[in-house]
């Protein structure tokens, strides 16, 4: 980013920039993710609830899915990662061997826009995995809410009481389990956000590298003038030429 400040593309400087704090971020936040659900699945395998709990076995394999999602996305942004290391640490050797010109089109040389959106469509599937484990964990705490409410009705009916009628609101487990997914979502919605900002800022970066690209070319104008009057020379040289050659015979 020096070198590029240092000659006059502070544009590229600023989208280059942008562009790898969009990356750290979700590196940084999928990071602390991926701890805190491996937390929150450690804490949920030695809770004292019964083991065959409906809630929490269904769920805890679900939590294990997201964690292996999350662990996938991280190593997509760490290729990504390494990926922008490389040609950068290839570009500042390019430019001392050809100039400032090898750093024209740095962003485009990263080659990271077609990884920037397969990691979007899986953040959008993993939003749908976590809306799918939030309606599955509401459904299964209601059922096992109504269960138990049906085995104590019975209870209250063989003792003369009246059956209860309303179900009771899911459980704690259940708030604990939907909790993470929910919260995920929003995440993972902020991921996108700023998958996205790093989309544009390298579409517009490699747009500018090509103008630059096209200005520093020479067009097809320049090109037959130049060749118009290269032309023109040897005509006008060539009588003077052939003179010349005719007195030579001539001795």
Known sequence: MGILKANGMNEDAKGLSEVVGCISAM???LGRAITELTAMRRDLSVMREEQSHPVKTM?????????????????RIQVIKEKIIGVCKRTVEAV???GITAAND????LNIKADLETQRDAMRNTITFCEKQVDKIESASKEFHAAGRHIRNIGRAIT?????ADIKPNGKLARFIASPFRGEIQRQKSYIARNDRA?????????AAEL???KARPSVHSDMKRIKSEIDEVKKDAPKK???????ESL
């Open 27 to 29: 590196e940084r936040d």
């Open 59 to 75: 769920l805890s394999k679900a939590a294990d899915g997201l964690i292996a999602r999350l662990k996938a996305a991280h190593q």
């Open 96 to 98: 001392k061997d050809q």
């Open 106 to 109: 740095i962003v485009g040389a």
């Open 160 to 164: 003369g009481k009246e059956p209860i």
């Open 199 to 207: 989309i544009t800022l390298i579409d517009k970066l490699e747009q």
């Open 212 to 214: 630059r690209a096209e």
């Open 242 to 248: 052939q003179k010349l050659k005719t007195a030579e």
